[in-house]
């Protein structure tokens, strides 16, 4: 017995390995994975090089020289590929406008405009003092804004001097950032931020406060995440990622590898069916033994799929620290494997049911919606059990044999993970259901192959159940 | 009315087994909801002979069969084959051809005959040698790795039959193995079976085709809505049906022959007319009551063909079949 369920096993498996889709799916889903998680430090490589200059119209006549600092500090990080260039104007002995009036400033600002934009349209990359932008900093922005206005009382709308829809005094306490490229997002941080940085820094001073001492009490305010162990004093650093993507992830690989595998089962039945293979098969063998070996097949198939993509996942997320200890320890990852052949064996049972009553895909559709449903029940719970995980609905779904092994592998991964006698009533839950749905499976499976024509009705599955 | 054949009467209690007979249904029914396939058929079949299934569409012949191979279980009576109850032991010496034909479209042909002759509980080394073999026999050796999906049907059919053969069993059963194949390869099959003959092994083939019974089967049994109505060899039936049948070339009606004394049955052919007479009608009579009404160019009388005594027992309603031949008798 043993050695036919191996051959009809091996030949499934070999029929669906060989094929170029199998082989596709094997090698694209782990080279995704390890591009997307490779892909910063790749467009970080392959990315843009070269000067971006910015010249910086300071009316403060106090800013631009911080500002070019904080630019030479960030320039001088090794991994930086794009220098920005800062080249300062010096306003006041230009145009005398920097403490002028708002009118005064409007028309300064404006030439500024103008003149600066000429210079970054015109002319190529090679040409040193082509722009890529320009910074226009106005007169006032070093003071301190007045104490907040109640929010029901808006500020006066002062007069639109130049039309822009800012009015001279708020463009007047305003930083103007013009560049070639608004999407270009890291520059636009890197210059606004040093602008930022620069306007705090000497507010701050003009206020007498001790600048280092701000930035110190700054520095302390981050939020160190740990996640309490089960021994005294077991404490584990954690991530947003770790607690919540890669739990998600390990129940979406262990679906993927069931419904694969099911999938194949059903296609493989259902041509076997429809190509008369199958009266030959048990001819040969028993219809429980072909049934026993087309499960293990296909199994094997979606068990080499999910290695593959467990792999390439676990190392992806290994390497962007993702994985918290003891996330995947050997206990874990026991459990995942007999989840997914309990879990496999309770919907491949379904499948093989609906692949021998059917002659094509088409007429399997109808069969399939129901087992649709009972996937998407614990799909459409996760998030709620992400969040309340010891609830009643928790643990009901944890015990319920269709969304059990999805739960299960989810609360184990979690923090805290489920308590293991809930995960054994889970794994008894899967396994009763496993073996009932292959006892009646099977019997459906053994009558239902031969059966020709339309699909059954349900009353007629009903009679071979009770009949076979 | 009697049915066309004596049926053996059913021994209820389990019949000797002996080694001269390779198969043996004894009172077996096998009922589909309230559709009965096989309704209490009684049937032994010779080892080393080459036994025709004959019949209607939905008479039961493949139910028959599957029962033999084990697919279906009897719902009453027992099947015995090479001598123990019909079982997974027994289907593994058997050799079957279903009538439905299947290949894995995408497997290569000796993959396919090598997967089949293993499920049959054969090794790779003893299946190798002879898979060539086969091949060759067949002219499929240069097509041995190519996919079946891209052999003909003809072709494919005979990759079908090789893997039917291929773990050398003792019995053969071959359902409909003539359909679909054109006449050089339909020849090559016809010399086959009679190697295996020559081997002493049992072949039994269910067929529409009344000349390749005639031509290769020992004995015939035949099946119509479930029930045995003929079962012999071929020397008994043309025995029990000594009916003539004679040929009537001419211008003339269908009416002209109907009346005339002896004729059972009239059958019109284009150009020809084919009349049953009963068992030592007079034929003088019969040529005279036609010349009264027909203007005759030929007028043959011949033994009924295998033929003959199928349309006579299917006919269009196998109660009106029976119920002709005992008539007839």
Same mark, same amino acid.
């Given at each position: ?178 560049? *070639? ?18 306007? *705090? ?268 | ?52 299934? &004959? ?9 028959? &069969? ?126 086959? /079976? ?42 008994? /039936? ?85 119920? /002709? ?5």
């Amino acid at each position: 017995m043993v050695r036919n369920v191996l051959l009809v096993a091996w030949r499934d498996f070999l029929a669906v390995v060989r094929t170029k889709g199998f082989l596709i799916g094997l090698v694209f889903m782990p080279t995704v994975i390890a591009v997307s998680s490779q892909l910063p430090k790749l467009f970080k490589r392959f990315g843009e090089e070269g000067v971006r200059r910015f010249a910086v119209v300071d009316f403060t006549g106090q800013l631009a020289g911080p500002i070019e600092q904080r630019i030479a500090v960030r320039n001088a990080e090794t991994d930086r590929k794009v220098i920005i260039a800062i080249e300062r104007i010096d306003v006041a002995a230009m145009d005398g406008a920097a403490a002028g009036d708002g009118a005064a400033f409007a028309a300064a600002k404006e030439k500024w405009k103008a003149e600066l934009s000429k210079r970054a349209q015109g002319g190529d990359d090679s040409d040193p003092r082509r722009l890529y932008g320009f910074l226009l900093i106005g007169p006032r922005v070093l003071e301190l804004p007045v104490a907040a206005a109640p929010p029901a009382a808006p500020r006066k709308q002062e007069s639109d001097d130049d039309g822009d829809g800012v009015s001279s005094t708020d463009a007047a306490s305003s930083v103007t950032y013009c560049a *070639r490229s608004l999407t270009a997002g890291d520059l636009r941080q890197v210059v606004s931020g040093a602008v930022r940085d620069a306007v *705090r820094t000497r507010r701050m001073e003009a206020a007498g406060l001790d600048v280092d001492l701000v930035r110190r009490a700054d520095s302390m305010a981050g939020i160190e995440e740990m996640v309490i162990g089960k021994k005294p004093g077991d404490l584990s650093k954690a991530s947003g990622p770790s607690e919540a993507v890669v739990p998600m992830v390990a129940v979406f690989l262990l679906l993927m590898g069931v419904m694969q595998s099911a999938g194949m089962l059903l296609n493989s039945t259902i041509e076997e069916k429809g190509n008369r293979v199958v009266e030959v098969l048990v001819s040969s063998i028993r219809p429980f033994e072909l049934l026993a070996g087309k499960i293990f097949g296909a199994w094997l198939t979606g068990l080499v799929l999910l290695l593959a993509w467990g792999a390439a996942g676990y190392f992806a997320a290994d390497s962007v620290q993702w994985i918290r200890p003891g996330m995947f320890s050997g206990a874990n990852v026991a459990w995942f494997a007999y989840f997914f052949l309990f879990g496999y064996l309770l919907f491949a049972s379904l499948y093989a049911a609906v692949g021998a009553m059917c002659t094509s895909i088409q007429d399997a559709q109808s069969f399939m919606f129901p087992i649709v449903i009972l996937i998407m029940i614990p799909m459409m719970s996760l998030g709620f059990v992400m969040n309340q995980p010891d609830s009643l609905v928790a643990r009901v779904l944890t015990w319920f044999p269709f969304s059990a092994p999805f739960i299960a592998i989810l609360r184990l991964t979690l923090s805290p993970p489920a308590p293991q006698w809930q995960i054994a009533v889970a794994a008894v839950s899967v396994a009763i259901g496993a073996w009932f749905l292959m006892w009646a499976g099977g019997k459906v499976f053994r009558i239902a192959i031969f059966s020709t024509g339309k699909p059954p009705r349900l009353g007629e599955i009903w009679r071979w159940l009770r009949e076979a | 009315m009697q049915p066309a054949i004596e049926r053996v009467p059913a021994a209820r209690a389990p019949a000797a087994r002996s080694p001269d007979r390779v198969v043996h249904h004894d009172g077996v029914t096998k009922t589909f909801g309230k559709h009965v396939a096989v309704d209490d058929l009684t049937l032994t079949i010779p080892r080393g002979s080459v036994y025709g299934f &004959i019949g209607p569409n939905g008479a039961g012949k493949t139910s028959t &069969i599957r029962m033999i191979m084990h697919i279906h279980l009897a719902d009453r009576g027992s099947v015995e084959v090479l001598g123990e109850p019909a079982g997974q032991r027994t289907a593994r010496r058997i050799g079957y051809l279903p009538e439905e034909r299947g290949l894995y479209p995408k497997m290569r042909v000796r993959d396919v005959v090598l997967y089949f002759g293993r499920l049959k509980g054969r090794t790779r080394a003893e299946l190798a040698p002879r898979i060539d073999a086969w091949l060759e026999k067949f002219g499929l050796t240069p097509w041995r790795l190519k996919k079946c999906q891209e052999l003909s049907k003809g072709m494919q059919q005979k990759v079908q039959f090789i893997a039917t053969v291929i773990h050398q069993p003792e019995l053969v059963i071959l359902d409909e193995p003539f359909s679909g194949l054109d006449p050089v390869n339909t020849e090559v099959l016809i010399g086959v /079976i009679e190697e295996l003959k020559r081997e002493g092994k049992t072949v039994i083939f269910s067929t529409h085709v009344m000349e390749h019974a005639e031509k290769l089967c020992d004995a015939v049994f035949m099946i119509c809505k479930g029930k045995k109505v003929l079962d012999g060899t071929l020397e008994e /039936i043309r025995a029990r049906f000594r009916d003539d049948v004679i040929e009537v070339e001419g211008d003339g009606e269908r009416a002209a022959f109907e009346g005339a004394p002896g004729v059972t049955a009239v059958r019109e052919h284009p150009g020809r007319f084919e009349l049953t007479v009963e068992r030592g009608a007079d034929v003088q009579n019969i040529l005279t009551h036609a010349l009264a009404r027909f203007r005759v160019r030929r007028f043959e009388v011949r033994a009924p063909r295998l033929h003959d005594i199928f349309l006579k027992l299917a006919g269009d309603d196998a109660g009106a079949a029976a119920t /002709i031949t005992a008539k007839g008798e």
